[in-house]
């Protein structure tokens, strides 16, 4: 792997697994991870939504993950954990993109999540579908593959070589591990703002 993505992303957890032929970077709520290298990039979804982006001619591709479609205030914060929102984190990615060789006008980019995870009138999934869509608009881009809402929680594998994606979608009564997970970040973000806020293959 490039010095510069050792560098930049040393806190990502890195696994393998026999079933897969390169190594595997997990990623969390609010983290981004971007290779020039083949990897697989995992992440499991409730309400969050992750983009996977790459660009196939470069070879360099990556994937996000994010609660929040932008902060209110429009600012920044200073924790480094702005990429929990959807405006820091796509930006983040596809800059990351753009900064190893890849070009804007030729990125691929598959969306999923956003389900509707949690009982109640509020549909933060929801609120993040739509909030994607306008962006990518906005900026002159488009999802191929999607898989956003329902009510499952998602495991989501992805190849940054050839866009391939594994999607397991879970049993919502079997998983309040992601829920729990979920509304645990969302307390640490309003902790620390008071503080300081190709194929898709089911499988």
């Known amino acids: 792997m490039p010095p510069m993505d050792l560098e930049q992303f040393a806190h990502i957890r890195r696994m393998r697994d026999s079933r897969f032929p ?24 409730g309400s969050c939504i992750s983009a996977c982006v790459r660009d196939p001619i470069a070879g360099v591709g990556g994937m996000n993950h994010f609660m929040l479609p932008k902060p209110k205030d429009g600012n920044c914060d200073a924790w480094g954990e702005s990429t929990r929102y959807g405006s820091y984190a796509m930006e983040s990615l596809i800059n990351g993109i753009l900064k190893r060789g890849g070009i804007k006008s030729r990125l691929e980019i598959k969306l999923f999540g956003a ?5 109640g009138n509020i549909d933060v999934g929801a609120r993040n579908t739509e909030w994607v869509l306008e962006y990518l608009k906005t900026e002159g881009l ?21 866009g391939r994606v594994l999607l397991k979608k879970l049993e ?16 640490t973000i309003q902790t620390r703002k008071q503080a300081a806020e190709e194929e898709v293959t089911l499988f």
């Open 172 to 187: 919502r009564l079997k998983n309040r591990t992601i829920e729990v997970r979920e509304q645990e970040y969302a307390a």
């Open 142 to 162: 488009s999802a191929g593959k999607t898989d956003l809402g329902d009510v499952y929680p998602r495991k989501v594998y992805y190849f940054t070589e050839s």
């Open 115 to 119: 389900g509707k995870i949690y009982d």
């Open 22 to 45: 390169h190594e595997i970077a997990c990623i969390l709520p609010g983290e981004f991870f971007v290779s020039a290298d083949p990897m697989v990039v995992y992440t499991v979804l």
